[in-house]
Nanobody, 116 residues
């Protein structure tokens, strides 16, 4: 059974840092695509950062230079290091792993709240 479990969210002041972790079971995180998404209240879910099996990473413009995605294939973990957090980063953050049709998995999310 495939499971993705996020952790590391919380409340932080503007300018602070958090490190999100995604623990995967039943999948190999280094295969194909893993990503972090977020959904703010009243907004659509959006892709924050992604990492592919060749190590290529991609970020949405608003987080470039502040967020870093990484993975540890030995531990089947995906991380999102978030620095210089801003109130507009407040959202529920979700981990996703995709490796083909019918192999598209999501975690339940972890709340990140950034205060002024």
């Amino acid at each position: 059974q495939v499971q993705l479990v996020e952790s590391g969210g919380g409340l932080v002041q503007s300018g602070g840092s958090l490190r999100l972790s995604c623990a995967a079971s039943g999948v190999t995180v280094s295969a194909y695509f893993s990503g972090w998404y977020r959904r703010a209240p009243g907004e659509e879910r959006e892709l924050v950062a992604s990492i592919r099996n060749d190590g290529t990473t991609d970020y949405r413009d608003s987080v470039k230079g502040r967020f870093t995605i990484s993975s540890d294939s030995a531990k089947d973990m995906v991380y999102l290091q978030m620095n210089n957090l801003k109130p507009e980063d407040t959202a529920v953050y979700y981990c996703r792993h995709f490796s083909g049709v019918d192999r598209d998995y999501w975690g339940r999310g972890t709340q990140v709240t950034v205060s002024e």
